[in-house]
């Protein structure tokens, strides 16, 4: 996995290191039910889950470059819906500290840059809950296209399922715009 450099942030693949600002975060009650998790209760949750990071090379860590501190991740998962090998889905999740700084449309705006100028993907997706208005105001600032509501699309931690709003950018979407912005 790439490193990433924005001007506030690093991302870059999970180290073990950051184990306690990814529990610190993780275990927020504000931070796993807008994803669809339940909060780590130990920094054992945290260790089991950061293993599977560190397996998976899909997720970044977010480094905020200020304070070197783990804040969150950005990952690009088998996509759901379109499952061929040159679509991913975008995840995210930021420490409740750092909510309204901007600082998630920066790091996806930067997976989203690699993922088409570097990998050489063809479409991204990403969904959030309804009522998850910060996940979608990134949604819309990064300039995905709205595909529709998918009901009871996401199997909770909790055994209940949520509706999920869909989203998708291609390629050719990404190259409009960067044009636009030239």
Known sequence: ??????????LKSF???YLDDFF???SSPYVGPAAGWEPHKTIEDSKVIMKSFLESDENYMIIYKENGKLIGSVGLHP??????PNS??????????????GIMTEAVSAVIECAFE???LS????AHFPDNRRSKRVIEKLGFVYEGLVPEAYLCADGTY??????????????????NTV
Do not use: C, F, P
């Open 1 to 10: 996995m790439k490193t990433l450099n924005t001007q506030r942030l690093i």
């Open 118 to 120: 570097h990998m050489g």
């Open 162 to 179: 949520r509706d999920e709003q869909r989203y998708r950018m291609t390629a050719e979407d990404y190259k409009r715009m960067r044009r």
């Open 123 to 126: 479409v991204l997706t990403v």
């Open 88 to 101: 991913r889905e975008i995840g995210y999740v930021l420490s409740h500290d750092y909510w309204g700084k």
């Open 15 to 17: 180290e073990e290191e």
């Open 79 to 84: 996509d759901k819906v379109r499952a061929y």
């Open 24 to 26: 610190e975060y993780a």
